[in-house]
């Protein structure tokens, strides 16, 4: 059961075209973290709003429902949207978790009946301040040092599908290049949902950019819009199990660089997850924080958030908290589901020994990791976090069903369900 004037899509490939250009806009217009533009992943389904003005992409697991990219509305209708899709979900009998909101969409969550957890953080490097300057981008300095004068070359790639040479030639180069990394990880394949999946054919605006040796491309970096072109997320970096050393940050530099040329005013390193959890807020989920707690201290071989902190830190970028938000509450079995469908925790037996030997050898020859504790850190105060809620609830535009009502909470009846 769908509310008036709302629309529900099955999969991707279900879209309308304009439907389709609708997503891809708001997404790019409107996207303001990281994985905005995850939500134009093949397998999600997706809740339009009246008249279209608004979409929020989601996977689902029984009868709770994972989101991804937020919502993806103007500013000021996003508090409709957010009363739509839980009219929707009132109707539906479902849970939903919205999986990575930011801080200053904190308290119009929780005043909507959200129970909210931080689950993490997103280094941001504002280009307009970075400089790569000075004793703090030394490490950076040298692995771009290292990587010109050993012949590396960076160039941008239009993936257009319509181009053969693109789609025979560099589409499946770049697909070797992503199965000789993914051999050499603890799952031996791509993950999904809060990570985006190698698709050359469906690339919309992201943008790519390769590191060349010899004319052979060694790495390649894949970055996501947001906020109409003034943020890009590096969230898709792969290279070749014998590619020069550093070549993912000479990448990442030689992509600021040039975004920084094009007056774009942000670049997202991605979410590290379980990054300071402890540092959450007194309402957050004990099974939440005590959860990814674990998992930074006892599983690190499992997307080992350590080493991701590490080397995203060494680009000395500020940092955005990130939240899960679920309604009604957070319950256990959906927080394992969506980890399960994530993949995270879910490797490939066969390669899970040599991973966790290669982290035992590294602890035995002492290696240093940078320490969120006393590295430096910012808080990052741009636009998006400095100002109040972006949104607050509004009534759907009809009541829900009487069946929906029946069942309903008195916070449901009083916010949702009645205008």
Same mark, same amino acid.
């Not at 708001?26 to 003005?53: K, T």
């Not at 308290?107 to 280009?127: C, I, T």
């Given at each position: 059961?769908?509310?008036?004037?709302?629309?529900?899509? %099955?999969?991707?490939?279900?879209?309308?075209?304009?439907?389709?250009?609708?997503?891809?806009?708001?997404?790019?217009?409107?996207?303001?973290?990281?994985?905005?533009?995850?939500?134009?992943?093949?397998?999600?389904?997706?809740?339009?709003?009246?008249?279209?003005?608004?979409?929020?992409?989601?996977?689902?697991?029984? *009868?709770?429902?994972?989101?991804?990219?937020?919502?993806? %509305?103007?500013?000021g209708r996003r508090g409709?949207?957010?009363?739509?899709?839980?009219?929707?979900?009132?109707?539906?009998?479902?849970?939903?978790?919205?999986?990575?909101?930011?801080? +200053?969409?904190?308290?119009?969550?929780?005043?909507?009946?959200?129970?909210?957890?931080?689950?993490?953080?997103?280094?941001?490097?504002?280009?307009?301040?970075?400089?790569?300057?000075?004793?703090?981008?030394a490490w950076v300095r =040298?692995?771009?040092?290292?990587?010109?004068?050993?012949?590396?070359?960076?160039?941008?790639?239009?993936?257009?599908?319509?181009?053969?040479?693109?789609?025979?030639?560099?589409?499946?180069?770049?697909?070797?290049?992503?199965?000789?990394?993914?051999?050499?990880?603890?799952?031996?394949?791509?993950?999904?949902?809060?990570?985006?999946?190698?698709?050359?054919?469906?690339?919309?605006? *992201?943008?790519?950019?390769?590191?060349?040796?010899?004319? +052979?491309?060694?790495?390649?970096?894949? %970055?996501?819009?947001?906020?109409?072109?003034?943020?890009?997320?590096?969230?898709?970096?792969?290279?070749?199990?014998? %590619?020069?050393?550093?070549v993912i940050a000479f990448?990442?530099?030689?992509?600021?660089?040039?975004?920084?040329?094009?007056?774009?005013?942000?670049?997202?390193?991605?979410?590290?997850?379980?990054?300071?959890? *402890?540092?959450?807020?007194?309402?957050?989920?004990?099974?939440?924080?005590?959860?990814?707690?674990?998992?930074? *201290?006892?599983?690190?071989?499992?997307?080992?958030?350590?080493?991701?902190?590490?080397?995203?830190?060494?680009? =000395?970028?500020?940092?955005?908290?990130?939240?899960?938000?679920?309604?009604?509450?957070?319950?256990?079995?959906?927080?394992?589901?969506?980890?399960?469908?994530?993949?995270?925790?879910?490797?490939?037996?066969?390669?899970?020994?040599?991973?966790?030997?290669? =982290?035992?050898?590294?602890?035995?020859?002492?290696?240093?990791?940078?320490?969120?504790?006393?590295?430096?850190?910012?808080?990052?105060?741009?636009?998006?976090?400095?100002?109040?809620?972006?949104?607050?609830?509004?009534?759907?535009?009809?009541?829900?069903?009487?069946?929906?009502?029946?069942?309903?909470?008195?916070?449901?009846?009083?916010?949702?369900?009645?205008?």
């Open positions: 059961m769908v509310p008036d004037g709302c629309t529900h899509v %099955a999969g991707r490939d279900l879209l309308t075209p304009d439907q389709l250009r609708t997503l891809e806009a708001l997404a790019y217009r409107e996207g303001e973290a990281y994985d905005s533009y995850l939500a134009l992943e093949r397998g999600l389904e997706y809740f339009f709003g009246c008249g279209g003005q608004g979409v929020v992409g989601y996977t689902r697991w029984r *009868k709770h429902l994972f989101v991804v990219g937020g919502l993806l %509305a103007a500013e409709k949207l957010l009363s739509q899709l839980m009219d929707f979900a009132v109707r539906n009998r479902l849970e939903i978790s919205f999986l990575n909101i930011l801080g +200053r969409d904190v308290p119009a969550f929780r005043n909507a009946g959200f129970a909210v957890s931080k689950v993490g953080e997103e280094p941001v490097v504002p280009l307009d301040t970075c400089t790569w300057q000075g004793a703090d981008y =040298r692995q771009e040092n290292f990587c010109t004068r050993s012949g590396v070359q960076f160039d941008e790639i239009v993936p257009d599908p319509k181009c053969d040479t693109f789609l025979n030639v560099i589409a499946p180069e770049i697909h070797e290049v992503s199965r000789d990394h993914l051999e050499h990880t603890v799952y031996g394949r791509e993950l999904s949902m809060m990570v985006g999946r190698l698709d050359p054919e469906a690339m919309f605006r *992201k943008r790519l950019f390769v590191a060349r040796k010899d004319g +052979r491309i060694e790495a390649f970096v894949i %970055a996501n819009p947001g906020r109409n072109g003034d943020l890009w997320s590096v969230e898709t970096y792969r290279k070749r199990v014998d %590619a020069t050393r550093g990448l990442i530099t030689q992509i600021s660089r040039q975004l920084r040329a094009e007056d774009v005013k942000l670049l997202s390193l991605c979410q590290v997850p379980t990054l300071r959890v *402890k540092c959450g807020t007194p309402s957050d989920s004990a099974f939440v924080t005590n959860g990814m707690a674990f998992w930074w *201290k006892y599983l690190p071989w499992f997307y080992d958030p350590p080493r991701q902190y590490h080397f995203k830190s060494r680009f =000395r970028p500020q940092y955005r908290e990130c939240f899960v938000a679920t309604y009604p509450k957070t319950r256990i079995a959906p927080m394992l589901a969506f980890f399960f469908k994530w993949g995270v925790i879910v490797p490939d037996l066969k390669r899970l020994p040599l991973q966790m030997l290669k =982290r035992m050898a590294k602890w035995k020859n002492h290696e240093r990791l940078a320490d969120p504790v006393t590295e430096p850190y910012v808080l990052y105060q741009g636009s998006l976090d400095d100002s109040p809620p972006s949104f607050h609830l509004e009534p759907a535009d009809r009541p829900a069903s009487e069946h929906a009502v029946a069942g309903a909470t008195e916070f449901e009846k009083s916010t949702i369900l009645v205008p």
